[in-house]
């Protein structure tokens, strides 16, 4: 049977699906980056390591002139782009917190949106997601699979028109490319 856990940073809105994996960590914007991955990783050696580390959070880089939409106030600011993880944001600029995870998970996928995209004149800057999903891969030593895409998800379960919190995410098929990034800096289209 797989080994596997879900990130998931509750301001994106669901339940995060149970199907995925027996150990699901719920955090927020109060939460400490470093002690999240710490915390995974004191995870991942109680279980000899992890077949999956399934991340689920907004992603990608603000546009600018959006400050009313509310998922758009979470995500990392446009300067640079990253994962709207915990009170920091997972940026590459504070990547190397995911060391701790190093030797410890197989795969990483990244449901979030436009986290490998790299814009025109992007490259090799801190707004480059191929880039920041890269270092990810080698500070990990884990396969990260993730899309240049906006990723939309719907809320599924019998309350989850009724409230935002309510309901289980649901990505169904990747939107766009998918691409794969190993920590020998090889990236492929999935």
Not at 61 to 81: C, H, L, N, T, V
Not at 110 to 125: E, L, P, R, S, V
Not at 161 to 166: H, N, R, W
């Amino acid at each position: 049977m797989a080994k596997n856990m879900i990130l998931h940073d509750t301001r994106l809105l669901g339940k995060a699906p149970t199907h995925l994996a027996d150990n699901i960590f719920k955090v927020n914007k109060e939460n400490n980056i470093s002690h999240i991955f710490e915390w995974i990783a004191t995870y991942a050696r109680s279980q000899n390591g992890l077949d999956n580390l399934f991340i689920m959070c907004h992603g990608g880089a603000k546009p600018a002139g959006i400050e009313s939409d509310k998922a758009a106030q979470s995500i990392p600011s446009s300067d640079e782009r990253g994962l709207a993880i915990g009170k920091e944001n997972l940026l590459l600029s504070n990547l190397n917190v995911t060391r701790a995870l190093y030797g410890l998970v197989k795969k990483i996928t990244i449901y979030a949106c436009n986290i490998a995209q790299q814009d025109k004149g992007a490259k090799y800057t801190a707004n480059d997601g191929e880039l920041f999903c890269s270092y990810l891969a080698a500070y990990t030593n884990a396969e990260v699979i993730a899309s240049p895409m906006t990723q939309k998800y719907n809320r599924i379960g019998i309350f989850a028109p009724l409230t935002e919190s309510a309901g289980t995410i649901d990505f169904g098929a990747w939107e766009g490319p998918v691409f794969s990034f190993t920590p020998d800096g090889k990236k492929k289209n999935l």
